[in-house]
Each structure stands twice: as C-alpha cells, then as structure tokens.
C-alpha cells in the first residue's frame, strides 16, 4: 500500500492533535492526584492516619502525578519530533 507524503498542513494539524491528546491526558492525571488527595483527606478526618502520614502521602502522591506529566510531555515530544521529521 502506497501512502502519500505527509503535506506540511497535514503534519501541523496531526501535531495539535497529539498535543490535545496530551493535554488530555495530564487533566486525567491531575484528576486522579485530586481523587488521591480527597481520599487522604478522607482517612485524616476519620482519624486512621495522623497529619505527619497524610503529609507524607500527599507529597507522594505530588511526586507520582509530576513523573507522570513529565512522561506524558516526553511521548509527546518525541511524536511531535517524529511527525515533523517524516
């Protein structure tokens, strides 16, 4: 199967749309942080944890949810790359 060449219109509005997707899915990311932070939040007032623990979880879940954005950005990047290359 013979594919034509990806025109440089074409190749602009692929790359929006990766950049959508990516923007998507570190609102999903976020998402789950806030999720995380309520349930933390949740176990503190119901008094299964103490402050120091929910603390400690909250920078945790901090640092997992900027690992994952910094993920998203680098696949999202690299096809960026990819698709203004061909």
Same mark, same amino acid.
């Given at each position: 199967?013979?594919?034509? /060449?990806?025109? @440089? &219109? $074409?190749?602009?509005?692929?790359?929006?749309?990766?950049?959508?997707?990516?923007?998507? /899915?570190?609102?999903?990311?976020?998402?789950?942080? $806030? =999720?995380?932070?309520?349930?933390?939040?949740?176990?503190?007032?119901?008094?299964?944890?103490? &402050? =120091? &623990?929910?603390?400690?979880?909250?920078? !945790?879940?901090?640092?997992?949810? =900027? /690992?994952?954005?910094?993920?998203? =950005? @680098?696949?999202?990047?690299?096809? !960026?790359?990819?698709?203004?290359?061909?």
């Amino acid at each position: 199967l013979n594919l034509p /060449a990806l025109t @440089e &219109e $074409r190749r602009k509005e692929l790359s929006k749309h990766v950049h959508a997707g990516g923007e998507d /899915a570190k609102v999903a990311i976020r998402n789950i942080r $806030r =999720d995380a932070n309520h349930q933390v939040k949740e176990l503190l007032k119901d008094k299964q944890i103490t &402050e =120091d &623990e929910a603390g400690r979880n909250e920078t !945790e879940i901090q640092k997992i949810t =900027d /690992a994952a954005i910094k993920d998203v =950005d @680098e696949v999202v990047k690299a096809k !960026e790359q990819e698709l203004m290359a061909v």
